[in-house]
DNA sequence: TATTGTTATACTCTATAACTATA
DNA sequence: TATAGTTATAGAGTATAACAATA
């Protein structure tokens, strides 16, 4: 096994330290997503964007707009869109028109789908202890909310895209 | 916004810290999935999944076959053919059979994948820089990669699926 | 004109099952 | 019979662009 390189002349190189947690929180993270689209799939039939979507109206405890539903969820209008739409058509949203503002939608949820989503929870739950929390100490979690939080903080303070000077582009898999 | 209730009857609740701190890991990884994505894509027309494959390569400085190439980076023997096919059209890797067993493929980096890898990782660094390493210390680092190098490696000695009963089954949004 | 949301469409990716070939 | 990989196919999801309607 050889150590990846990644000193380049325009770039400073990671430390190997970084290149190493950065590979491990990508790779424990893909495979705790890939288990708890599982576990929603089997115990809800729906997916983690779906139940997001869900959590956020639990957690907000009454209607929102599209906007506001979107926010870090879901990347592009239409995907919403797509998303709402099958969750109308299961029955744990509805859809209406706001009053105040006739061009946002107002996304309800459904008494089923407050049930769906409390059926599906403790699975949910299950499934991040086994996989995530077993293996922490408090401290650790602690830690690891508070680094977290304060990441996706920046994340979110970060221009969307672009401002970045994208480079070369090359002609490859597609 | 309400607070989200995890407690059951069956399971035990997930202490608030432990919820909150999923969720914002959950949230700051998809965000960094998005940009990594987003930064493949644009400098050399690759997803994160075929990163990971050159990665693995370049890493094992050898070739490797179908099986030890897949590891916990695809998830169905499908799902590696269909990416291993994208690649080797892009000229980034060569398939051939193992002489010494010949069920076996075995799939060799190309200059060209080299080439491209190299290509593409130092603007990789810079988003993992930018976006997760900016906002943290020498020791959240190295407490992060300590954590998540421990929770990987224990979601992998996990049984791989099964083994904890599913439960109920809504009809729902497929 | 800007904003909210939907639709049409094309594309990427994943997974299941059936299949081939070798061990 | 078990294992390695491929193929066929179907389905889920995403994004871009064009569109409609309201502000």
Chains 1, 2 share one sequence.
Do not use: C, N, W
Not at 61 to 73: H, I
Not at 108 to 120: C, D, I, S, W
């Amino acid at each position: 096994m050889t150590e990846i390189d990644t000193s380049d002349g325009g770039v400073p190189p990671l430390a190997p330290e970084q290149l190493a947690t950065y590979f491990a929180l990508m790779e424990a993270v893909s495979l705790l997503q890939h288990r708890v689209e599982q576990q929603l799939r089997a115990d809800g039939g729906i997916s983690y964007v779906q139940f997001q979507l869900l959590a956020r109206l639990v957690q907000a405890d009454g209607p929102l707009t599209m906007t506001q539903l979107a926010d870090g969820v879901v990347y592009s209008r239409s995907g919403l869109t797509y998303q709402a739409g099958l969750l109308e058509t299961a029955g744990l949203i509805t859809r209406s028109t706001l009053p105040e503002d006739e061009r946002a939608t107002l996304v309800t949820l459904t008494e089923q789908g407050a049930a769906l989503f409390g059926r599906v929870l403790p699975g949910h739950v299950e499934v991040s202890r086994v996989l995530l929390f077993d293996p922490l100490t408090a401290d650790d979690v602690r830690h690891l909310g508070e680094v977290m939080t304060r990441v996706r903080d920046h994340m979110r303070a970060q221009p969307p895209r672009s401002a970045a000077p994208r480079k070369r582009r090359a002609g490859t898999a597609r």
